[in-house]
């Protein structure tokens, strides 16, 4: 960490975790940025769907680094590639999907903090990143512990 109270550096990679299928990376926790935002980055398979939601307590920011990706807010649906950005405000509901036959690479930036806890709680450590944990998740766990951080599962994203 950087010597000057007030500004953290990590020069250290964090250990990989796999959530929901997907390989993700803490880069920034609420501990590193006095509760003003978490910073992760994914790798997500083609194909995978999150569940229609909505947060109570952040905001997130997807930048798309790699992949294509659909995101559906408030019923309405647009597509981000490569250099795309989209941001999903607090208290609406919505989702995404990785379209197309690779993965999604992104960053998600989420403010204030808190959702990347949520992140570590339902993941599982990528002891090998090749190889994502069998099955799906268990819906009423992870219900359960979005509750927890005030997120609402909603169901499967609309068409």
């Given at each position: 960490m950087h010597p000057v109270k007030g500004v953290q550096i990590s020069s250290r990679e964090q250990p990989a975790i796999w959530f929901l299928g997907g390989l993700a990376l803490v880069k920034?926790?609420?501990?590193n940025t006095?509760?003003?935002f978490g910073l992760l980055e994914q790798v997500i398979p083609a194909g995978f769907a999150s569940p229609y939601h909505m947060h109570h307590l952040e905001d997130e920011a997807f930048y798309i680094l790699e992949g294509q990706v659909a995101f559906v807010a408030d019923g309405k649906w647009s597509k981000a590639g490569p250099g795309g950005y989209v941001y999903l405000p607090r208290g609406i509901p919505h989702g995404f999907r990785i379209e197309g036959a690779t993965p999604a690479r992104i960053l998600l930036l989420c403010v204030p903090s808190g959702f990347e806890r949520f992140v570590i709680e339902m993941s599982v450590p990528a002891t090998d990143a090749a190889s994502p944990p069998a099955g799906t998740p268990d819906v009423a766990r992870l219900t359960a512990v979005a509750a927890k951080y005030q997120i609402d599962i909603l169901g499967n994203l609309p068409e």
């Open positions: 920034a926790a609420g501990e006095n509760g003003a």
